[in-house]
């Protein structure tokens, strides 16, 4: 890609971290940008970092397990800006802890927000992305390859993720198709997940003293 001037971008987990960040650094680089997470504030904040560079945003609150207002959300941004060029899945969730003291309920739901909530932002967006010969520039994790205690349910998300994004690469190259697929691999990064994760214990973990920002 030549240039990010002008292009169309869709963000979930946008209203804190990684995603809060991204939104901001593509409006810096030209881009509009339209953003989705469950905290409408958080996305407000997002809207707002992405206009002070004088560019168009999106708040389109919702949750990445809705298929149909994921859906939704992709068609309001062609309906309103008449097109999508990159679509960035980097909603996630957390819960610390061993595995056998993590209740079941709460890891499927890490990997229905982290994995699942991945592949139900790619089935909504690829068809628009198909359109416009677009991108997916997924945020996966250092947990994806090197898989850490106390987090089995998120680094199982990130595998699972990793692999289903590599799959749909090899398919999309086999049919022919212009999209493209990547994925960014952060290591240890200083957002919040470390002070509001919910913990299987009765404390949560360290901050890692190595976490650099979001905005990196």
């Known amino acids: 890609m030549a240039s990010l001037e002008g292009k169309r971008v869709y963000i979930t987990g946008a209203s804190s971290g990684v995603g809060l960040s991204a939104a901001e650094a593509f409006a810096k680089h030209g881009c509009d940008v339209a953003v989705s997470a469950r905290s409408l504030d958080g996305l407000e904040r997002a809207a707002a970092a992405v206009r002070r560079y004088g560019r168009r945003a999106l708040v389109l609150p919702l949750d990445v397990t809705d298929q149909a207002k994921l859906d939704a959300a992709v068609a309001t941004i062609e309906e309103e800006w008449g097109g999508l060029d990159i679509l960035v899945p980097n909603a996630a969730m957390t819960i610390w802890g061993p595995f056998v003291d993590v209740p079941k309920e ?111």
């Open 106 to 216: 709460e890891f499927d739901r890490v990997v229905e927000i982290s994995f699942l909530g991945v592949v139900n932002t790619v089935r909504a967006g690829l068809p628009a992305l198909e359109r416009t010969s677009g991108n997916v520039v997924a945020t996966g994790s250092l947990m994806s390859k090197l898989p850490l205690p106390t987090w089995s349910s998120y680094s199982a998300s990130k595998w699972a993720e990793r692999g289903f994004l590599h799959a749909l690469r090899i398919e999309l190259q086999s049919s022919g198709s212009d999209v493209t697929v990547s994925m960014v691999h952060p290591g240890s990064i200083d957002t919040p997940v470390y002070r509001d994760t919910p913990s299987a214990l009765d404390h949560g973990p360290r901050q890692p003293p190595e976490g650099y920002h979001p905005s990196v």
